[in-house]
């Protein structure tokens, strides 16, 4: 017995083996992240079309083979090509980053809609934006992170209840609240953030990746959101960076 499913995905890479077999690993919205078979799928214009390449969005025929545990690719039809995207390697290196970071998170069933929509919105945004932020990586870490239910509240301080909009604060890591400075007393690992740092951790909680390329960031306020995201998402999930590649923390 199989199951089968049609439905969209976002290719992250394509191996081959033998003479005309490939593999495939996808990120749908309805299955998560998959690695799949598709026989014959170098040769087979008819069945794939072009379209097993990494960066493509592809409408998928999938059939689960619950016994063997493992999936089939029948079809793929390419329902959009990253052409500006492709040609760009510095974008293609942030991709291959959120890839990395998607692939060491390990999300579960319920929360991959959310995270494809993410990833289909991150493709599009580095396929169209004439800058992009140095900090898009950190910005998308730090989405996911709030996103799989870890979104801090940043717009009041946690013990005077004052409106935080636009001052400086000190986020507790741990609580994901923020403090002004004066109730930090009460606050455990905090960071710092200036205003501008405050003001952009805000934007990318309140919006997705078409946004965040449109601020550019003092110096300073680059190092407070760098120094965030990485305890944030080293706290709340538990990776960090290193040599190449996530690590547990
Ligand atoms: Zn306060």
Not at 9 to 31: H, I, M, Q, T, Y
Not at 186 to 192: K, L
Request: some cysteine; proline content about 4%.
């Amino acid at each position: 017995m199989h199951r089968e499913l049609t439905g969209e995905g976002l290719v992250f890479k394509v191996g081959r083996f033998r003479e005309s077999d490939c593999w495939v690993r996808f990120f749908s919205p309805a299955l998560g992240l998959v690695t799949a078979f598709a026989f014959g799928g170098s040769k087979s214009r008819r069945r794939f079309c072009g379209c097993l390449d990494a960066l493509n969005r592809v409408l998928f025929k999938v059939r689960f083979f619950p016994g063997k545990g493992y999936y089939c690719l029948d079809e793929g039809a390419l329902l959009q090509g990253f052409p500006s995207l492709r040609r760009d390697l510095g974008r293609q290196g942030l991709i291959a980053n959120c890839i990395r970071f998607v692939q060491a998170v390990h999300v579960d069933i319920q929360a991959a809609p959310a995270v494809h929509a993410l990833l289909l919105e991150t493709w599009e945004a580095l396929e169209r934006a004439e800058a992009v932020s140095p900090l898009f990586a950190q910005f998308f870490r730090v989405k996911m992170c709030f996103d799989q239910g870890f979104a801090p509240c940043l717009g009041t301080c946690a013990v005077c209840g004052r409106d935080a909009s636009g001052r400086e604060v000190l986020l507790s890591l741990d609580q994901g609240r923020v403090y002004c400075p004066r109730c930090a007393l009460f606050a455990s690992r905090t960071v710092r953030l200036g205003a501008e740092a405050h003001a952009a951790l805000r934007r990318v909680a309140e919006s997705g990746p078409r946004q965040w390329n449109e601020a550019e960031l003092s110096r300073p306020a680059c190092a407070e959101v760098y120094r965030m995201a990485e305890g944030y998402v080293c706290y709340h999930l538990g990776l960090r960076w290193s040599h190449g590649r996530f690590v547990s923390a």
